[in-house]
């Protein structure tokens, strides 16, 4: 939503959950008239908007181009800085270039805004049998200033020469903030699968297709878009006496 009425924003808030986009991010003017020093600051606590980023995107779009910001003398610190306080996921410079000696400032911006996600460690036995549980550990971190929207889902999977089988998990992205998550839990085996050595990898995928969704903020990627961790080995259950 864009700005409107106390009242627009309280009826569009009550039916579902949503963010907003304001048009003029990097407006330095210093009278009142100036969004990022005089309006922008108190529209976002004055309107309810300050936590909307949790459930919702925040979008801005800049005043002018950044060409121009760079012939006023705006400072690109602040208003990157700034921009990341209301917790950016997705910006729009309208169509002019950006100067090149900004390039290197806007790349590390991009990497901030909206989330970024990056598996910092993940634990799980070396052993499990068909049928059986095998449960683990996922510390994730969330290295952006926001959460993903979308209902992507973690997923494992183990792999042996042309088998591959995929177990999504029960964890929601969408509730990662930024910073640590740790999700615990287990994926059951089905009891059919063969003993052996099997590749294990994870990754972010899509609910319906599970294919890979999003590329993490770790090293390591392959064409398929897997995350390889290790290796697990089935092994027939032991024998009850």
């Not at 052996?196 to 297709?209: H, K, P, R």
């Amino acid at each position: 939503m864009l700005k409107g009425s106390e009242a627009d924003t309280a009826h569009l808030l009550s039916r579902r959950d949503i963010g907003f986009r304001l048009d003029c991010l990097g407006d330095m003017k210093t009278d009142s008239s100036g969004h990022m020093l005089a309006k922008y600051p108190y529209w976002i606590i004055q309107s309810g908007w300050r936590d909307l980023w949790r459930k919702a995107p925040v979008s801005f779009e800049s005043c002018g181009t950044m060409e121009s910001w760079l012939r006023r003398g705006y400072d690109l610190d602040y208003i990157i800085e700034q921009s990341l306080k209301w917790h950016i996921s997705t910006f729009n410079p309208k169509s002019g270039p950006i100067p090149a000696e900004w390039m290197p400032k806007v790349e590390s911006w991009l990497k901030r805004m909206g989330y970024r996600l990056a598996l910092r460690r993940f634990q799980y036995p070396a052993e499990a049998s068909p049928n059986g549980k095998l449960a683990f550990s996922a510390w994730w971190e969330n290295k952006g200033v926001a959460p993903c929207y979308r209902p992507y889902r973690s997923a494992i999977r183990l792999q042996r020469g042309s088998y591959a089988v995929v177990f999504p998990t029960d964890a929601d992205i969408t509730s990662w903030l930024p910073g640590d998550t740790l999700h615990e839990s287990a994926i059951f085996l089905p009891p059919d699968i063969a003993v052996g050595e099997y590749d294990l990898s994870v990754a972010l995928v899509d609910d319906t297709t599970h294919e890979p969704r999003i590329r993490l903020a770790i090293a390591g990627r392959p064409a398929d878009g897997w995350y390889p961790l290790g290796k697990l080995r089935i092994v027939a259950p032991a024998l009850k006496n």
